[in-house]
């Protein structure tokens, strides 16, 4: 089993900065694609950001040049930077990530969500 752990969310002023982590933790084989997802009140959640393995990445059009993702693969750890701050950017953050285990010598693939963490931009 796998956990994500989400933190660095608040309050926060249009115009400013907070950097998200998610920490994976647990029994796993390797980590590959991750992403940020957010959920707006009465939305439905969407993409914000994602980075594969090899660092590659892909932000959505709403927040490019605004937020930057990264990870540390020797923490098992993503980051969002979020700069920048839009009352618009208020949501509840998700990230989620694709695991490989080892099941009776075969790569098994599963997906793991966090528990969010809430951000908003106070005008």
């Known amino acids: 089993q796998v956990q994500l752990v989400e933190s660095g969310g608040g309050l926060v002023q249009v115009g400013g900065s907070l950097r998200l982590s998610c920490a994976a933790s647990g029994t796993m084989f390797r980590i590959n694609d991750m992403q940020w997802y957010r959920q707006a009140p009465g939305k439905q959640r969407e993409l914000v950001a994602g980075?594969?393995?090899?660092?590659?990445?892909n932000v959505a059009d709403s927040v490019k040049g605004r937020f930057t993702i990264s990870r540390d693969n020797a923490k098992n750890t993503m980051y969002l930077q979020m700069n920048n701050l839009k009352p618009e950017d208020t949501a509840v953050y998700y990230c989620k990530t694709e695991v490989i285990h080892i099941d009776g010598g075969f790569h098994q693939f599963y997906h793991y969500w966090g528990q969010g963490t809430q951000v908003t931009v106070s005008t």
């Open positions: 980075i594969t393995t090899s660092g590659s990445t």
